[in-house]
């Protein structure tokens, strides 16, 4: 057997071999200079740019998510005064060294320091972790920092002693003041992604499968955890419930309402989603992630229904469960969700932060039967994907595989029309290109707000104009998101605007048409070309609307809901 639940567990504490700090510091300290060169270079994402937004317009919590992407988001550009990709990254970089932190305790805690190392190697080598958590500005950002804070207070309270139980010693788990710090954590992790709601539930499961720790649920510690875990989430329940619960309605149909695929679950459309994700986590780690999974969840399965297992055998187990009930929930949950709607990588990424730890303790196993094996796949994915980063963040900036381009070796590969990366939009050349041009610098400062059509667009066109001048960005768009909780389009009426676009929705009269009955009129003001390589890549159209007529009518929102009648295509 290769299991390390079969004698061959990893040892405890003690387990620190020579060296090993000088080990933990650098791949800590080696992961941050990486991460931080990305952040640097990387265009901003989509996402990104929108909440960049989030902290622009700081509220008790949001149409999409809750609030705390907000602070993370805006504290680097407020404490610089600078707007930039990297300094709406500065809170992520910051909040991702806690993490780890946090996760590398938790794992010595439940089983070694080997283990936590191991765990950090692994991490630090799968791409979507790294960049989902520790680069890219996101919910997620202060999620992991808070599930790994729970994971951690839910190992000390469970099991008390950094040690294993000695062999045949009795052991009675007795609930402590740490339920009100899981209560804490919880909550602080749904007020930064919907997806603690699941965390919390899944450490209810655990406690009530496993018959020890079922004291937890009678505990009065555990109204006083309520008690705690409600409170926290005050701004959640508040924002909400002024405006008729519309995150969570969004959250659980609205967002999906659009699908255009089929209605029923399709196998093949989550097998489709399921093998996206090992692509997203590396192979080489992907596929053993998910075997590592289904082998301790049989395992458990098969304890659950065991005569007598043994006092230390069954702690051993018992640990084991907690990661996986932190941790296999959430990665079911969103696969399964891939046989009936779109999902993104980043969904289920939280379970897979969690299994990682199984992961690192079952590639201990089978380093000490195969160590030269394990010690070259670490370094050569180690070598492979930062080769293949580097390339990919030289194709982002200079257009290295962009054919024609003027960094393009051998002529370039993708053609620009082909290329999906100039989608990303430089908002640090927007910028420039705004200031530098009279007749759009002078524009700017006539009118009274922006618009664009599509809601992640405002995003990009608010990073590359409020350097510039202090002017109100939004969406016309029947997919408004946040914008129309932001702004009352009936505040500008009377008022001139600029409508930017890209190239693509310019070439789309009909939406054009959309806006013309508002305005006195609408009349191109010029084009703004991005370049990279020397190419051309994306064409920035601008338009100056005169006079506004007639506000702007939202599908929801505060000012959906002063209408004498909800709009076409709103549902009660």
């Given amino acids: 057997m290769t299991g390390w639940s079969d004698g061959q567990k990893p040892a405890s504490g003690g387990d620190r071999k020579p060296g090993w700090a000088k080990g933990l510091v650098a791949l800590l300290l080696g992961g941050l200079i990486y991460r931080t060169i990305v952040a640097l270079w990387m265009l901003p994402g989509f996402d990104e740019a929108y909440y960049y937004l989030y902290s622009r317009y700081l509220n008790w919590s949001y149409f999409d998510h809750p609030p705390m992407v907000a602070l993370t988001t805006g504290v680097g550009w407020w404490l610089t005064g600078v707007i930039s990709p990297f ?107 919907y997806h603690g709601f699941v965390l919390g539930l899944s450490l209810v499961g655990f406690c009530a499968i496993y018959r ?38 969004f959250q ?27 692509v997203y986590l590396f192979p080489l780690f992907g596929f053993p992630l998910w075997w590592v999974a289904a082998k301790q969840s049989g395992r458990q ?63 201990l196993v089978w380093q000490r039967q195969r160590p030269r094996l394990i010690r070259r796949g670490l370094w050569g994915s180690g070598l492979f994907l930062a080769t293949l980063s580097a390339i990919a963040l030289l194709h982002l900036r200079l257009g290295v595989l962009q054919q024609p381009s003027t960094y393009a070796p051998f002529g370039g590969l993708l053609p620009v029309e082909q290329d999906g990366s100039t989608e990303l939009i430089d908002t640090s050349q927007l910028q420039r290109q705004f200031a530098s041009t009279p007749a759009l610098r002078a524009a700017l400062d006539e009118v009274g707000f922006v618009f664009t059509n599509e809601y992640y667009l405002g995003g990009y066109f608010a990073m590359a104009i409020h350097p510039i001048l202090d002017l109100p960005v939004t969406a016309f768009s029947q997919d408004p998101r946040g914008f129309a909780f932001w702004f009352n389009p009936q505040d500008w009426v009377g008022q001139d605007a600029l409508y930017l676009t ?59 809901s002063a209408l004498p009648q909800p709009p076409a295509g709103v549902t009660e």
């Fill in 301 to 363: 399965a098969r304890f659950l229904f065991s005569p007598s297992p043994s006092s230390d055998e069954t702690e051993t187990h018992h640990r084991q469960a907690l990661i996986l009930w932190l941790s296999l929930p959430i990665m079911l949950l969103f696969t399964l969700l891939g046989g009936k709607q779109q999902i993104l990588p980043a969904w289920p990424a939280p379970g897979y932060w969690g299994m990682v730890i199984l992961l690192a303790a079952q590639v």
């Fill in 212 to 249: 020890p720790y079922r004291a937890a649920l009678r505990s009065p510690w555990t109204l006083l955890s309520l008690g705690v875990f409600a409170l926290t989430l005050f701004p959640l329940w508040y924002w909400n419930s002024q405006h008729d619960w519309i995150s969570f309605r």
């Fill in 502 to 560: 890209l190239d693509r929705f310019a070439q789309d009269d009909e939406i054009l048409a959309r806006y013309q009955p508002l305005f006195d009129t609408i009349e191109p003001l010029g084009t703004v070309p991005l370049r990279r390589g020397g190419e051309v890549t994306e064409t920035i159209h601008v338009y100056r609307a005169t006079n506004l007529r007639q506000a702007y009518v939202y599908p929801y929102g505060p000012s959906a």
């Fill in 87 to 193: 300094t709406l990254r500065i809170g992520a970089l910051v909040l991702y060294c806690i993490s780890l932190g946090l996760l590398y305790l938790a794992a010595t805690w439940l089983f070694s320091a080997a283990v936590g190392q191991m765990t950090l190697a692994l991490i630090t080598l799968i791409p979507l972790i790294t960049i989902g958590f520790g680069i890219l500005t996101s919910p997620d950002n202060a999620l992991i920092l808070f599930w790994s804070a729970t994971l951690l207070v839910a190992a000390w309270e469970f099991f008390p002693n950094t040690r294993l139980s000695t062999p045949g010693e009795a052991w009675i788990y007795r609930p402590t003041w740490r339920i009100v710090g899981l209560g804490l954590t919880v909550a602080l992790a749904g007020l930064s992604k």
């Fill in 252 to 278: 659980l149909g609205m967002r999906f309402d659009g699908n255009t695929g089929s209605s029923g679950f399709s196998l093949g459309q989550m097998v489709g989603y399921w093998l996206l994700s090992i």
